[in-house]
């Protein structure tokens, strides 16, 4: 059974910084691109970061763009997402998910597997 479970959410001030993790479980880690995405109160969910199965390629969304980066560990089955200088528009619940691809992709219907998201809260 695959599991993608997320931690590191929670609420910080405008300006500061969090970081996520994605642990995952039940599936050959490294032969899977990740990605994170996230879905503001009201607001369909977006594509926020993605890595390729060795960790070489990255692509973010100009939303966050030189203030997310996106990186993994292989050997902890673990991808992650470095949040700096958040902004109140970051906060959303933040999901990770599998894709079974090589090619990096933005598109949420490439995506295999799912996590249950975590939620970020930046305070004004």
């Known amino acids: 059974q695959v599991r993608l479970v997320e931690s590191g959410g929670g609420l910080v001030q405008a300006g500061g910084s969090l970081r996520l993790s994605c642990a995952a479980s039940g599936l050959t880690f490294s032969s899977y691109a990740m990605g994170w995405f996230r879905q503001a109160p009201g607001k369909e969910r977006e594509f926020v970061a993605t890595?390729?199965?060795?960790?070489?390629?990255?692509y973010h969304a100009d939303s966050v763009k030189g203030r997310f980066t996106i990186s993994r560990d292989n050997s902890k089955n673990t991808v992650y997402l470095q949040m700096n200088s958040l902004k109140p528009e970051d906060t959303a619940v933040y999901y990770c998910?599998?894709?079974?691809?090589?090619?990096?992709?933005?598109?949420?219907?490439?995506?295999?597997?799912w996590g249950q998201g975590t939620q970020v809260t930046v305070s004004s």
């Open positions: 998910a599998a894709d079974n691809q090589f090619v990096i992709s933005t598109a949420q219907s490439e995506y295999d597997y």
């Open positions: 890595i390729s199965r060795s960790g070489g390629r990255t």
